[in-house]
């Protein structure tokens, strides 16, 4: 059985409740990688789920750890969360750079995918940084400077753009989304999905291995229910990873 490591979605929010003369706080914690993760172990998939929050000290350090899996899938986790590890923001420890680790990874046969949101690509503020990192060079796709997210509330549709085996079974037409992160196609990449013109799924062979991107969340917000429960959505993710790490 393949093993996936998935990293990311994850997030806690700390509220102020204000009531007149009082308030009082309520923190919570949420995930969204329920469906992404089912997607896969209904093809045939180990996944181990890495929350943002672990993914900081316990995301491989060493080739050795992470040719463990088949495929790593980075979704709203920002390169900060690993280059900035426990050891090295608090106490001023040297650590492996996991940025260069996922290139050297790839370039020597793993399997790359990253999937859009709030700290991928660039992100919220351009806070998602990939942009500067040696992962960039494994990607199909240029990630911006600036603040990538294209919001549409009022939901515009990917379509299919090129034949591939990603898209084998897909219908020409996706659900709606409600956004997606804007990126450059690279040369020698392939786009075989896009949204409003720009790169919506991509993919690109780097020497023994393969990444793949896509632009938009795998759960809510961006991606809102009528994505997340489409008929075809577990398809697309097998189909995905299937190719990369074929």
């Not at 859009?116 to 660039?122: I, K, M, V």
């Not at 804007?182 to 949204?195: F, L, Q, R, S």
């Amino acid at each position: 059985m393949k093993r996936v490591l998935l990293a990311g979605e994850s997030w806690m929010s700390y509220t102020t409740h204000v009531k007149g003369f009082d308030s009082f706080y309520t923190s919570t914690y949420e995930t969204g990688e329920k469906w992404l993760k089912a997607a896969l172990e209904k093809g045939g998939y180990e996944v181990d789920f890495l929350p943002n929050h672990l993914a900081n000290d316990e995301f491989p350090f060493t080739m050795d750890e992470i040719r463990k899996y088949d495929c790593v899938i980075l979704s709203d986790i920002g390169a900060n969360t690993l280059l900035l590890p426990g050891a090295t923001f608090a106490r001023s420890e040297k650590k492996p750079n996991r940025a260069n680790l996922i290139r050297d990874y790839v370039l020597e046969g793993g399997a790359l995918v990253m999937v859009g949101g709030y700290l991928t690509f660039s992100g919220v503020d351009a806070k998602g940084k990939w942009h500067d990192t040696a992962v960039q060079e494994v990607l199909p796709v240029e990630v911006l400077t600036v603040d990538d997210r294209m919001e549409h509330c009022e939901g515009v549709t990917p379509k299919v753009v090129k034949a591939h085996e990603v898209l084998e079974g897909i219908p020409d037409t996706f659900p709606d989304i409600l956004g997606y992160n804007k990126t450059i196609a690279k040369e020698g990449a392939e786009v075989v999905a896009e949204v409003e013109g720009d790169p919506f799924i991509a993919v690109m062979q780097c020497q023994k291995g393969r990444s793949a991107v896509v632009t938009t969340d795998c759960a809510p917000h961006w991606a809102p229910e009528e994505f997340c429960e489409w008929e075809y959505y577990d398809k697309l993710w097998q189909n995905i990873v299937n190719w990369a790490t074929s």
